[in-house]
């Protein structure tokens, strides 16, 4: 079976350090791996629709930042395709037929969904759309027959809920066969990498509380974000033992640094283990670990923004790149859906065996 991966992101703002680690960076290794036979990274903006209906602008605007993200952190079109969820009209009509799979309560038993409820206030009058869009994931992934979904851990349920989706499915229309893929979650080996922290200490980076460093920030910018970050309240005077658990800028490292960041940047040091062991000892200052933070932040960036400042110089030419990927995932999606439909015994006009055998029988009459 071939090895195909689809994710995605919602193009709701600009991706920061949590996407980073948590999926981009993985997604360009799998990308460069030679493993797969197909990649498609989406921008989800009909999903970004779910919760922001009201909001079409943002979501416009955001395509491009978030396709400029794809590309400056390396994930490259020759390999990867990258492409707009609504410009596959296959994966509405799709969601359309796997609706019938899902029970309300099954929808309502998500937990990323009902978190999402509660964050988004809509206890009382949930849409439609957003309380579906699970089903809609679901489309987004089997249309691609994808086998692997590399994405965050708050994601988990909604792969559980595709995979749900295509036993029922194979087993109510596939008359022993597998038209549908079951997919596998492909999560961040390490908890950091799955939840990194905001720069102010709170459990998520997210833009609603202006605590990220996005991937675009200039460096001066990352500067003053990383120089203001939340360390350990009570380490105070320099000579105070500090604490290294729940303090950022050491998530941040755990995150981010190698041996050979130390090498390159703070060399009185062999490792992390090392610059721990001094801070909780006390003698160590905020300033300078924030300062190893900054120069292995700005090392990794750097190259991102290279790539980045290359494309803006050309939007056209990005356009046309979501536009080309678009249009493949659509030939993608078509097979998909026409084997779906077949399944599903509605392809009238493709059935020649249907209209002649119905003809025999009205002659026969
Ligand atoms: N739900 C994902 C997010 O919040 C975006 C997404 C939409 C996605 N469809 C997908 C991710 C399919 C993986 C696979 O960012």
Same mark, same amino acid.
């Given at each position: 079976?071939?090895?195909?991966?689809?994710?995605?992101?919602?193009?709701?703002?600009?991706?920061? +350090?949590?996407?980073?680690?948590?999926?981009?960076?993985?997604?360009?290794?799998?990308?460069?791996?030679?493993?797969?036979? !197909?990649?498609?990274?989406?921008?989800?903006?009909?999903?970004?629709?779910?919760?922001?209906?009201?909001?079409?602008? !943002?979501?416009?605007?955001?395509?491009?930042?978030?396709?400029?993200?794809?590309?400056?952190?390396?994930?490259?079109?020759?390999?990867?395709?990258?492409?707009? #969820?609504?410009?596959?009209?296959?994966?509405?009509?799709?969601?359309?037929?796997?609706?019938?799979?899902?029970?309300?309560?099954?929808?309502?038993?998500?937990?990323?969904? @009902? $978190?999402?409820? #509660?964050?988004?206030?809509?206890? =009382? $009058?949930?849409?439609?759309?957003?309380?579906?869009?699970?089903?809609?994931?679901?489309?987004?992934?089997?249309?691609?027959?994808?086998?692997?979904?590399?994405? %965050?851990?708050?994601?988990?349920?909604?792969?559980?809920? =595709?995979?749900?989706?295509?036993?029922?499915?194979?087993?109510?229309?596939?008359? %022993?066969?597998?038209?549908?893929?079951?997919?596998?979650?492909?999560?961040?080996?390490? $908890?950091?990498?799955?939840?990194?922290?905001? =720069?102010?200490?709170?459990?998520?980076?997210?833009?609603?509380?202006?605590?990220?460093?996005?991937?675009?920030?200039?460096?001066?910018?990352?500067?003053?974000?990383?120089?203001?970050?939340?360390?350990?309240?009570?380490?105070?005077?320099?000579?105070?033992?500090? !604490?290294?658990?729940?303090?950022?800028?050491?998530?941040?490292?755990?995150?981010?640094? =190698?041996?050979?960041?130390?090498?390159?940047?703070?060399?009185?040091?062999?490792?992390?283990?090392? +610059?721990?062991?001094?801070?909780?000892?006390?003698?160590?200052?905020?300033?300078?670990?924030?300062?190893?933070?900054?120069?292995?932040?700005?090392?990794?960036?750097?190259?991102?923004?290279?790539?980045?400042?290359?494309?803006?110089?050309?939007?056209?030419?990005?356009?046309?790149?979501?536009? @080309?990927?678009?249009?493949?995932?659509?030939?993608?999606?078509?097979?998909?859906?026409?084997?779906?439909?077949?399944?599903?015994?509605?392809?009238?006009?493709?059935?020649?065996?249907?209209?002649?055998? #119905?003809?025999?029988?009205?002659?026969?009459?």
């Amino acid at each position: 079976m071939s090895k195909v991966i689809l994710t995605g992101d919602r193009p709701t703002g600009r991706l920061h +350090l949590g996407h980073y680690v948590g999926s981009l960076k993985r997604r360009v290794e799998l990308q460069n791996s030679g493993e797969f036979d !197909k990649i498609f990274i989406m921008i989800a903006d009909a999903q970004a629709l779910t919760d922001n209906f009201d909001n079409p602008d !943002k979501i416009r605007d955001n395509i491009i930042e978030v396709a400029l993200d794809y590309l400056s952190v390396g994930l490259d079109p020759e390999k990867a395709n990258l492409f707009i #969820q609504s410009y596959v009209t296959e994966l509405t009509e799709l969601t359309f037929y796997y609706m019938n799979l899902v029970t309300v309560s099954r929808l309502e038993r998500n937990p990323t969904v @009902k $978190s999402e409820i #509660q964050m988004r206030n809509f206890e =009382t $009058s949930i849409p439609v759309g957003f309380f579906t869009y699970p089903i809609s994931q679901a489309s987004d992934i089997t249309a691609f027959k994808a086998t692997v979904v590399p994405v %965050g851990e708050d994601q988990l349920p909604m792969i559980e809920q =595709t995979r749900e989706i295509v036993r029922k499915f194979n087993a109510t229309y596939g008359n %022993g066969e597998e038209i549908l893929v079951e997919p596998k979650a492909l999560i961040p080996e390490n $908890s950091i990498c799955s939840r990194l922290p905001g =720069t102010d200490g709170k459990a998520k980076m997210s833009k609603s509380l202006g605590n990220c460093i996005y991937l675009s920030d200039d460096a001066e910018t990352v500067r003053q974000k990383v120089m203001s970050m939340y360390t350990d309240p009570d380490h105070i005077k320099v000579t105070d033992p500090g !604490k290294v658990e729940g303090n950022a800028v050491f998530t941040y490292l755990d995150a981010f640094a =190698t041996d050979e960041s130390f090498a390159e940047f703070l060399p009185e040091y062999k490792n992390l283990d090392e +610059l721990k062991d001094h801070y909780r000892r006390g003698g160590l200052g905020d300033v300078k670990v924030k300062k190893l933070l900054l120069n292995v932040i700005n090392k990794e960036l750097e190259p991102i923004r290279a790539r980045r400042a290359e494309y803006e110089k050309d939007i056209p030419g990005v356009y046309e790149i979501l536009k @080309k990927g678009s249009e493949a995932a659509q030939k993608e999606a078509a097979a998909t859906l026409a084997a779906v439909k077949a399944a599903m015994k509605i392809n009238y006009f493709e059935d020649s065996a249907l209209i002649q055998g #119905q003809q025999e029988r009205f002659n026969n009459k």
